[in-house]
């Protein structure tokens, strides 16, 4: 079991390591100047030259690479004296804690990963995130929520009710649920539910998770959450609601199925103590994936219902060219997507050993 960790281990670092190197080339290739982005109508040559020494644009780019991977490590190594050096120690930059000194001049530190700052509002990338990621990730799990829920329950009712009109209409609905993109849909349930409707449903077709009143107060409204966690639940109800109906109708037909109905054991217990512990497993493998995809892919449905999450944040900083702000949300989704994967590989691994050997 520790070799099949290790090795998943391995694979994860190699996949972050492989998004934070594509990352990094792609925004460092793009068109524009950072410091004049920060700098606006005040740019001068000499500010600009010490803004961009101070980011380290007037290195190499390997340099600029090996700068950026030394932020983003948990552990790196810093020059405490030479503040010219690529890798010198800046106190404003990182929360750190010294370890112990490798040289004369460098030492080794645990510190929290430095994502850069913001061009445009000279924030802390970690800062814009800690503070979106949550309102982001609670949507995702509504989403997901409710689509296990409810794709899990019509799925088992497909596989009892087979060729009935309740299986017909919970086909239909996948399929329209898989095809139909997710800011189309957002548009027409903001529009019917809460615009035309409105008066019989009080939801709004925006709004955040919190809102402030007239003397600045902040109120939690947990409405505001119900339009688009449905919207982005959609395509994964679609997924597990077909995964749970043809997983089931294959467990129903295994010998040991016919065997405990043969015994008269009622339908009912056949199907809900024996059949549905061992069709579940795709449906848990989805759920799994889908959560990670949710919170990478919320970020149409966010701008659509003004959703102030992450993704939000994100098509702010893509029609600014904020670059820090967008390659660190890209290495959050990336690491949060490991992550989930590397969890469920060793719950897999826990419950069926022959998973360990491959």
Same mark, same amino acid.
């Given at each position: 079991?520790?070799?099949?960790?290790?090795?998943?281990?391995?694979?994860?670092?190699?996949?972050?390591?492989?998004?934070?190197?594509?990352?990094?080339?792609?925004?460092?290739?793009?068109?524009?100047?950072?410091?004049?982005?920060?700098?606006?109508?005040?740019?001068?040559?000499?500010?600009?030259d010490?803004?961009?020494?101070?980011?380290?644009?007037?290195?190499?780019?390997?340099?600029?690479?090996?700068?950026?991977?030394?932020?983003?490590?948990?552990?790196?190594?810093?020059?405490?004296?030479?503040?010219?050096?690529?890798?010198?120690?800046?106190e404003?930059?990182?929360?750190?804690?010294?370890?112990?000194?490798?040289?004369s001049?460098?030492?080794?530190?645990?510190?929290?990963?430095?994502?850069?700052?913001?061009?445009?509002?000279?924030?802390?990338?970690?800062?814009?995130?800690?503070?979106?990621?949550?309102?982001?990730?609670?949507?995702?799990?509504?989403?997901?929520a409710?689509? %296990?829920? $409810? @794709?899990?329950? =019509?799925?088992?009712?497909?596989?009892?009710?087979?060729?009935? !009109?309740?299986?017909? #209409?919970? *086909?239909?609905? %996948?399929? $329209? @649920?898989?095809? =139909?993109?997710?800011?189309?849909?957002?548009?027409?349930?903001? !529009?019917v539910?809460? #615009?035309? *409707?409105f008066?019989?449903?009080?939801?709004?077709?925006?709004?955040?998770?919190?809102?402030?009143?007239?003397?600045?107060?902040?109120?939690?409204?947990?409405?505001?959450?119900?339009?688009?966690?449905?919207?982005?639940?959609?395509?994964?109800?679609?997924?597990?609601?077909q995964?749970?109906?043809s997983?089931?109708?294959?467990?129903?037909?295994?010998d040991?199925?016919?065997?405990?109905?043969?015994?008269?054991?009622?339908?009912?217990?056949?199907?809900?103590k024996?059949?549905?512990?061992?069709?579940?497993?795709?449906?848990?493998?989805?759920?799994?994936g889908?959560f990670?995809?949710?919170?990478?892919?919320?970020?149409?449905?966010?701008?659509?219902?003004?959703?102030?999450?992450i993704?939000?944040?994100?098509?702010?900083?893509?029609?600014?060219?904020?670059?820090?702000?967008?390659?660190?949300?890209?290495?959050?989704?990336?690491?949060?997507?490991?992550?989930?994967?590397?969890?469920?590989?060793?719950?897999?691994?826990?419950?069926?050993?022959?998973?360990?050997?491959?």
């Amino acid at each position: 079991m520790i070799r099949f960790l290790v090795k998943r281990l391995f694979y994860g670092f190699l996949v972050l390591l492989g998004v934070i190197t594509l990352v990094f080339l792609l925004f460092n290739v793009l068109p524009g100047d950072p410091a004049r982005m920060m700098l606006g109508q005040r740019a001068d040559k000499a500010s600009v030259d010490i803004i961009n020494r101070d980011l380290g644009r007037d290195r190499p780019l390997l340099t600029q690479f090996v700068m950026y991977l030394n932020d983003l490590s948990p552990l790196s190594i810093h020059n405490e004296k030479e503040k010219e050096s690529a890798i010198f120690l800046d106190e404003k930059k990182y929360s750190f804690l010294r370890l112990f000194p490798v040289s004369s001049s460098k030492v080794l530190i645990i510190k929290q990963p430095y994502l850069r700052r913001s061009y445009i509002t000279k924030r802390k990338v970690s800062e814009i995130i800690s503070k979106t990621l949550p309102a982001t990730a609670l949507l995702a799990f509504s989403a997901i929520a409710f689509g %296990a829920f $409810f @794709g899990i329950l =019509l799925g088992i009712l497909s596989a009892i009710k087979k060729n009935t !009109w309740v299986d017909k #209409f919970s *086909l239909v609905f %996948a399929v $329209f @649920g898989m095809s =139909l993109p997710s800011y189309f849909v957002g548009l027409i349930i903001a !529009w019917v539910f809460g #615009f035309l *409707l409105f008066k019989y449903t009080g939801l709004n077709n925006e709004g955040s998770l919190f809102t402030f009143d007239d003397f600045g107060e902040r109120h939690l409204v947990l409405k505001n959450l119900i339009l688009p966690a449905i919207t982005l639940g959609l395509r994964p109800l679609a997924l597990i609601i077909q995964l749970m109906r043809s997983s089931l109708l294959e467990v129903m037909s295994q010998d040991y199925i016919r065997t405990a109905t043969a015994k008269g054991l009622s339908y009912y217990k056949v199907v809900m103590k024996h059949a549905l512990k061992n069709a579940m497993n795709p449906v848990v493998t989805a759920v799994s994936g889908w959560f990670a995809g949710l919170m990478a892919g919320a970020v149409f449905v966010e701008i659509i219902f003004n959703w102030r999450g992450i993704g939000f944040e994100v098509v702010e900083a893509l029609n600014n060219n904020d670059l820090p702000v967008v390659m660190g949300a890209t290495l959050i989704f990336a690491v949060v997507f490991v992550i989930i994967n590397i969890l469920v590989d060793i719950i897999y691994g826990l419950l069926d050993p022959r998973v360990r050997v491959s």
